[in-house]
C-alpha cells in the first residue's frame, strides 16, 4: 500500500506561471496549486504566451510542459536562462520541466537546458507541492547569498576608501595618491590641460612636537591638514598627507599662475589663523614650505616619479632659501617667493 505523506507542506507565498497546452491538464494543475497556498497562478498554453507572461510578472517558479504547440518547451527554457545570464543583476526563476517522456534521456536534456527538476505527468499534488517546497528552499537560499553579496561588495568598496585614507588626518594617504596621480597625469596629457603638485612641509616640526608633546604635534597635523584641504576648492583638487609633516595638493587644470595664487593664499590663512610655534626660528606661528611643479608641456609622457623629484627638489630649494616660502620647480631658490608670511615681515 502507498504510504501517504505525514503533513502537507508549508509553502511560503509563491507566484506560479503553469506552461501547459491541454486544457483540463493546466486546471488540475492550478487547482493544486491553489491548494498547496501558491498565490497567484499564470496560465499559458503556448510558448510565446508563456514568454510574454514570464517577462511581464517574472513568477516565483515556472512549471513547463517539454511539449508546446508553438515550439518547444527546452527551446523557450534556453531563451529564458539566457536573458537571465545577460540581466545587469544575477536572475534566476526555478523551473521545474513537466511531460509524460519520463525517459532518462528527456530529464537529462531537461537538466542541461537549464530546468531545475522534473515532474511526470500524471502529476501526483504531494510530488508537485513536495517540489515546490524544494524549489522554494534553493530560491531561498540564493536570495539570501544575493544579500550576503550585496553587503560584501559594500563593506569591500568602503575598505577600498578607508585604505586610502590617513587615520590621523583624515587625508588621502599615499597609496590614494599612487592611484588619483595615475588618473591625473593621463587626464593631464589627454586633456592637454595643466596639472600642478604642490609638496609642503611644515617647518620645524621636530621642535614643535619637542616643545609641546607629540600629542599636541598631532593636533597641528590635523588643523594644517583641515586647512590645505580647505584650500582645495575645485572638485578634483585632492590634498594628501604625503608622509609625516608632509602633505601634497594635487591641482588638476591648474597652471603654475594658479598655483603660486594658491601657495600665497595658504600662507595668508596660515598666518590668519596663526596656530602658535613656540620652537620655530622663522615664524611665531605654524609655517610651511612649499615645492611647486607645474606638467603643461606634454611633448613626451611625464611619470609620477619625476614630478614627485622635481616638487621635492623645489622644496628643497623654499627650505634652503629659509623657510616659509613656496618655490616653483622654474623659479629655483632664488627668485621663487610665492607669498609672504606674516611673521617673516
Ligand atoms: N606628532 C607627530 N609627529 C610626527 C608625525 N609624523 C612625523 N612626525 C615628526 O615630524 C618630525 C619631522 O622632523 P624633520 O624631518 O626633522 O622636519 P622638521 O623638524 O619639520 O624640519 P624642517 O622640515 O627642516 O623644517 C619628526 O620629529 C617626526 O617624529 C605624526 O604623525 N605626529
Not at 486546471?27 to 496560465?43: D, F, K, P, R
Not at 536572475?91 to 537546458?113: F, K, N, Q, R, Y
Not at 502529476?123 to 508537485?128: A, E, F, G, Y
Not at 604635534?217 to 609625516?244: E, K
Request: glycine share 8%; proline share 5%.
Amino acid at each position: 500500500m502507498k504510504q501517504q505523506p505525514s503533513s502537507r507542506p508549508v509553502l511560503q507565498p509563491m507566484t506560479v506561471l503553469v506552461v501547459e497546452d491541454q486544457y483540463a491538464l493546466r486546471q488540475a494543475m492550478v487547482q493544486m496549486l491553489h491548494n498547496v497556498g501558491a498565490t497567484h497562478v499564470w496560465e499559458a498554453g503556448s510558448g510565446a504566451q508563456a514568454q510574454l507572461i514570464f517577462n511581464a510578472h517574472q513568477p516565483d517558479l515556472v512549471l513547463l510542459d517539454v511539449i508546446l504547440p508553438d515550439c518547444s518547451g527546452l527551446d523557450l527554457l534556453r531563451r529564458i536562462r539566457a536573458a537571465e545570464r545577460q540581466a545587469d543583476s544575477p536572475a534566476w526563476t526555478p523551473i521545474v520541466l513537466v511531460s509524460s517522456l519520463d525517459d532518462e534521456a528527456a530529464i537529462w536534456d531537461g537538466i542541461l537546458a537549464g530546468g531545475d527538476d522534473y515532474l511526470a505527468k500524471p502529476v501526483s499534488p504531494t510530488i508537485l507541492a513536495a517540489k515546490m517546497l524544494a524549489m522554494q528552499r534553493l530560491q531561498h537560499t540564493r536570495r539570501q547569498l544575493e544579500v550576503t553579496g550585496a553587503a560584501l561588495r559594500q563593506a569591500n568598496t568602503l575598505l577600498e576608501q578607508l585604505v586610502e585614507i590617513d587615520p590621523l588626518t583624515e587625508l588621502t594617504n599615499r597609496r590614494g595618491l599612487d592611484r588619483i596621480l595615475t588618473v591625473e597625469l593621463g587626464a593631464a596629457l589627454r586633456e592637454q590641460k595643466p596639472l600642478s603638485l604642490i609638496l609642503c612641509d611644515i617647518d620645524y616640526f621636530k621642535q614643535l612636537n619637542d616643545a609641546a608633546g607629540h600629542v599636541h604635534g598631532d593636533a597641528v597635523l590635523r588643523q594644517v591638514a583641515q586647512l590645505l584641504r580647505s584650500a582645495c576648492m575645485r572638485p578634483r583638487d585632492v590634498a594628501v598627507r604625503y608622509g609625516g609633516e608632509e602633505f601634497l595638493l594635487v591641482l588638476p587644470g591648474t597652471p603654475q599662475s594658479g598655483a603660486m595664487t594658491l601657495a600665497r593664499g595658504i600662507q595668508h590663512v596660515l598666518a590668519e589663523v596663526a596656530i602658535a610655534h613656540p620652537a620655530s626660528p622663522v615664524a611665531s606661528h605654524v609655517s610651511l614650505s612649499g615645492g611647486i611643479v607645474t606638467l603643461d608641456h606634454y611633448a613626451s609622457e611625464v611619470c609620477q616619479a619625476e614630478l614627485l623629484e622635481q616638487a621635492d627638489a623645489a622644496l628643497y630649494a623654499a627650505k634652503a632659501g629659509g623657510r616659509n616660502r613656496f618655490v616653483h620647480v622654474r623659479d629655483g631658490a632664488q627668485s621663487g617667493r610665492a607669498g609672504h608670511a606674516s611673521g617673516e615681515q
